[in-house]
């Protein structure tokens, strides 16, 4: 079992930044990816980038540029630096790890990944 903790939502201006950070414990050795997930009222759940265990780095087109997901060599941490907010960028956010090997195809599938936090609120006002 893996466990997963968001943390560093909150509210924020258009233009403005924020980190979320992601807790992992448990068996973290047995996935081979991880991942932040978003998901708006009314909205389908969507991958926005994905790190997997030798480093690699996928983001959804709608984020590229503007966020960075990183992790600590442990794989026990894993950050999203967020920058350039939009108020579409409003959402609850999730971390997700994956047991499978599908996900090193980056393509952020929610049905891909076994383990999932809480969520945290990133809400970006206008």
């Known amino acids: 079992q893996v466990q997963l903790q968001e943390s560093g939502g909150g509210s924020v201006q258009s233009g403005g930044s924020l980190r979320l950070s992601c807790v992992a414990s448990?068996?973290?050795?047995?996935?081979?990816?991880i991942a932040w997930f978003r998901q708006a009222p009314g909205k389908e759940r969507e991958g926005v980038a994905s790190v997997d265990s030798i480093g690699r780095r996928t983001y959804a087109g709608s984020v590229e540029g503007r966020f960075t997901i990183s992790q600590d060599n442990t794989r026990t941490l894993v950050k999203l630096e967020m920058s350039s907010l939009k108020p579409e960028d409003t959402a609850t956010y999730y971390c997700?790890?994956?047991?499978?090997?599908?996900?090193?195809?980056?393509?952020?599938?929610?049905?891909?990944?076994?383990?999932w936090g809480q969520g945290t609120q990133v809400t970006v006002s206008s």
């Open positions: 448990g068996s973290i050795y047995s996935t081979r990816c």
């Open positions: 997700a790890a994956s047991r499978s090997n599908d996900c090193y195809s980056g393509r952020r599938l929610a049905f891909e990944y076994n383990y």
